[in-house]
Nanobody, 124 residues
Framework: VQLQASGGGLVQAGGSLTLSCAAS????????MAWFRQAPGKEREFVAA????????DYKDSMKGRFTISRDNAKNTVYLQMNSLKPEDTAVYYC??????????????????WGQGTQVTVSS
Protein backbone atom coordinates (compact mmCIF):
# COMPACT_ATOMS: atom_id res chain seq x y z
CA VAL A 1 0.00 0.00 0.00
CA GLN A 2 1.33 3.41 -0.95
CA LEU A 3 -0.18 6.46 0.72
CA GLN A 4 -0.24 10.02 -0.56
CA ALA A 5 -1.40 12.72 1.85
CA SER A 6 -2.57 16.15 0.73
CA GLY A 7 -4.64 19.12 1.80
CA GLY A 8 -2.37 20.78 4.31
CA GLY A 9 -1.76 24.49 4.35
CA LEU A 10 -1.81 27.70 6.33
CA VAL A 11 -5.01 28.62 8.13
CA GLN A 12 -5.99 31.09 10.81
CA ALA A 13 -7.02 29.94 14.25
CA GLY A 14 -10.65 28.91 14.24
CA GLY A 15 -10.50 27.89 10.61
CA SER A 16 -10.92 24.51 8.94
CA LEU A 17 -8.97 22.19 6.70
CA THR A 18 -9.66 18.81 5.19
CA LEU A 19 -6.79 16.42 4.67
CA SER A 20 -6.95 13.56 2.19
CA CYS A 21 -4.90 10.42 1.92
CA ALA A 22 -5.12 8.43 -1.28
CA ALA A 23 -4.00 4.82 -1.22
CA SER A 24 -2.81 2.66 -4.04
CA UNK A 25 -3.44 -1.05 -4.27
CA UNK A 26 -6.45 -3.25 -3.75
CA UNK A 27 -6.04 -3.81 -0.03
CA UNK A 28 -7.17 -0.40 1.20
CA UNK A 29 -10.54 -1.65 2.39
CA UNK A 30 -8.76 -4.30 4.47
CA UNK A 31 -6.70 -1.71 6.34
CA UNK A 32 -7.38 0.15 9.54
CA MET A 33 -6.51 3.74 8.71
CA ALA A 34 -5.27 6.49 10.96
CA TRP A 35 -3.88 9.98 11.12
CA PHE A 36 -0.93 10.95 13.28
CA ARG A 37 0.86 14.25 13.60
CA GLN A 38 4.28 15.43 14.60
CA ALA A 39 5.23 18.91 15.70
CA PRO A 40 8.85 20.10 15.70
CA GLY A 41 10.77 18.62 18.59
CA LYS A 42 7.91 16.38 19.63
CA GLU A 43 7.06 12.74 19.20
CA ARG A 44 4.57 11.56 16.64
CA GLU A 45 1.14 11.48 18.24
CA PHE A 46 -2.13 9.77 17.49
CA VAL A 47 -4.91 11.90 16.04
CA ALA A 48 -7.65 9.53 14.86
CA ALA A 49 -8.28 6.05 13.53
CA UNK A 50 -11.11 4.41 11.61
CA UNK A 51 -12.09 0.81 11.14
CA UNK A 52 -12.04 -1.03 7.83
CA UNK A 53 -15.70 -0.45 7.12
CA UNK A 54 -15.68 3.10 8.44
CA UNK A 55 -18.30 2.20 10.99
CA UNK A 56 -16.22 3.10 14.01
CA UNK A 57 -13.63 5.75 14.76
CA ASP A 58 -11.65 6.99 17.71
CA TYR A 59 -9.84 10.22 18.45
CA LYS A 60 -7.31 11.63 20.83
CA ASP A 61 -9.25 13.47 23.49
CA SER A 62 -8.05 16.91 22.46
CA MET A 63 -9.41 16.35 18.94
CA LYS A 64 -12.82 15.02 19.87
CA GLY A 65 -15.58 17.29 18.64
CA ARG A 66 -13.21 19.20 16.34
CA PHE A 67 -11.80 16.53 14.00
CA THR A 68 -13.64 13.92 11.98
CA ILE A 69 -12.03 10.97 10.25
CA SER A 70 -13.84 9.26 7.41
CA ARG A 71 -13.07 7.00 4.49
CA ASP A 72 -14.36 6.14 1.06
CA ASN A 73 -13.32 2.61 0.20
CA ALA A 74 -14.54 3.02 -3.38
CA LYS A 75 -12.04 5.85 -3.80
CA ASN A 76 -9.30 4.31 -1.65
CA THR A 77 -9.18 7.52 0.34
CA VAL A 78 -9.27 8.48 3.99
CA TYR A 79 -10.06 12.01 5.12
CA LEU A 80 -9.51 14.16 8.17
CA GLN A 81 -11.87 17.09 8.54
CA MET A 82 -10.39 19.56 11.01
CA ASN A 83 -12.48 22.37 12.45
CA SER A 84 -11.86 25.03 15.09
CA LEU A 85 -8.15 24.76 14.49
CA LYS A 86 -5.75 26.03 17.12
CA PRO A 87 -2.11 27.10 16.85
CA GLU A 88 -1.18 23.97 18.83
CA ASP A 89 -2.57 21.88 15.97
CA THR A 90 0.39 23.01 13.86
CA ALA A 91 2.29 19.90 12.78
CA VAL A 92 3.05 17.59 9.92
CA TYR A 93 0.11 15.23 9.55
CA TYR A 94 0.68 11.66 8.43
CA CYS A 95 -1.77 9.03 7.30
CA UNK A 96 -1.05 5.42 8.15
CA UNK A 97 -2.41 2.00 7.27
CA UNK A 98 -2.57 -1.13 9.39
CA UNK A 99 -2.98 -4.11 7.11
CA UNK A 100 -3.13 -6.86 9.70
CA UNK A 101 -5.10 -5.23 12.51
CA UNK A 102 -2.72 -6.72 15.03
CA UNK A 103 -1.21 -3.47 16.28
CA UNK A 104 -2.30 -1.02 18.95
CA UNK A 105 -4.21 1.49 16.89
CA UNK A 106 -3.14 4.61 18.79
CA UNK A 107 0.58 3.82 18.59
CA UNK A 108 2.72 4.51 15.50
CA UNK A 109 4.27 1.05 15.76
CA UNK A 110 0.93 -0.52 14.98
CA UNK A 111 1.01 0.64 11.36
CA UNK A 112 2.64 -0.92 8.35
CA UNK A 113 2.49 1.89 5.83
CA TRP A 114 2.90 5.66 6.06
CA GLY A 115 2.25 8.59 3.81
CA GLN A 116 4.82 11.32 3.29
CA GLY A 117 3.10 13.87 5.52
CA THR A 118 1.40 17.17 4.85
CA GLN A 119 2.15 20.38 6.75
CA VAL A 120 -0.63 22.11 8.65
CA THR A 121 0.15 25.54 10.05
CA VAL A 122 -2.37 27.39 12.20
CA SER A 123 -1.65 31.05 12.81
CA SER A 124 -2.90 32.90 15.88
Amino acid sequence: VQLQASGGGLVQAGGSLTLSCAASGRTFSNCIMAWFRQAPGKEREFVAAITRSGGNADYKDSMKGRFTISRDNAKNTVYLQMNSLKPEDTAVYYCAADRTGSGIYYLPGGYDYWGQGTQVTVSS
